[in-house]
């Protein structure tokens, strides 16, 4: 049982929560764009998240604000984690496939991995380093028709990577600061308030009236994703990056599955010998990593 993981089976039963929750993200929210344009559906999202949180945090359960300590890091945080990934993710989604794109996603844990060594000085595992390399060649096994049917830009490749990027810095920054005991929920609230915030003029920006329909299948999407995701999701994946950052970050290697889970039971996509193969080397590789390290 890894020693620095305080209670286990919750760890356990919160990644694959958010694995669920997570592994949904690329079908909704590429459903959802059929209707908005991106940072039109970033910006609701984010918003209705934000305001749920914090009427949660502050009027249901009377959680003090902020001290004045906390805002710069909340700023870094909430550009890192939501403003430049999520603007870039639904953006990069214009041009990449909605399969595609989750398993690209799927090497976050890579560059955590990464950023954990370099700037938080930790020593990363050889058993960790192999569950790294055996869920990636899951992915990539389960993933392989995707890969072979894609018609992605080398553009939009581009854009995924950077906000992928972000998005693992952002992890690492989370893990590395001392939040001084603020609570979850009041974190991710404004964080996700501010990155709500910063991605506004451009949306406002770019807004065309006659692209944005506004009907009740995005307003399904928005919510989905604000509730279930910016919400639920993120509130379990700080939760577990708190655990451990590294074996957090294994966690996302399991949402790429039960996107193509989510994507054969809502859009009818095939599954194949390759998805099956590729999900024991993901479950294998899970397995390493979160209970023998």
């Avoid at 003090?64 to 993710?89: C, D, E, Q, R, T």
């Avoid at 392989?144 to 939009?156: C, D, E, N, R, V």
């Avoid at 919400?231 to 074996?247: C, E, N, P």
């Avoid at 996509?269 to 390290?293: D, I």
Wanted: aromatic residues 16%.
């Amino acid at each position: 049982m890894p020693t620095e993981v305080k209670n286990y089976r919750l760890f356990i039963t919160a990644g694959i929560s958010f694995a669920f929750l997570w592994g949904s993200g690329s079908t909704v929210t590429k459903y959802g764009l059929q209707f908005l344009q991106p940072f039109v559906f970033a910006v609701c999202r984010l918003f209705t998240a934000a305001a749920i949180m914090l009427i949660i945090a502050h009027v249901v359960l009377g959680y003090a604000l902020p001290h004045k300590n906390h805002w710069k890091a909340l700023v870094i945080y909430g550009l890192l984690n939501l403003s430049i990934f999520l603007g870039m993710y639904c953006y990069a989604l214009q041009f990449v496939p909605g399969g595609l794109g989750t398993l690209v996603t799927s090497t976050i844990p890579i560059f955590i991995t990464i950023f954990t060594g370099l700037w938080l000085k930790k020593k990363i595992s050889l058993i960790i380093i192999f569950s790294l390399i055996l869920c990636s060649a899951g992915v990539t096994i389960a993933g392989w028709q995707i890969i072979q049917l894609s018609t992605a830009s080398a553009y939009g490749m581009l854009i995924l990577f950077l906000g992928i990027i972000s998005n693992a810095a952002g992890a690492v920054y989370f893990v590395g600061r001392d939040w001084d005991g603020l609570n979850l929920i009041t974190i991710n609230a404004w964080q996700t308030l501010l990155g709500g915030l910063f991605l506004l003029p451009i949306c406002l920006y770019n807004y065309d009236s006659s692209l944005n329909n506004f009907i009740w299948p995005a307003v399904a999407s928005v919510a989905w994703l604000a509730i279930g995701l910016s919400t639920t999701g993120i509130l379990l994946w700080l939760f577990i990056l708190r655990q451990s950052a590294v074996r957090a970050s294994l966690w996302l290697f399991l949402c790429p599955i039960i996107g193509f889970a989510f994507a054969a039971f809502l859009l009818k996509e095939p599954l194949s010998w390759f998805t099956a193969f590729g999900v024991l080397l993901v479950l294998g590789g899970l397995y390493l990593g979160q209970k023998n390290a």
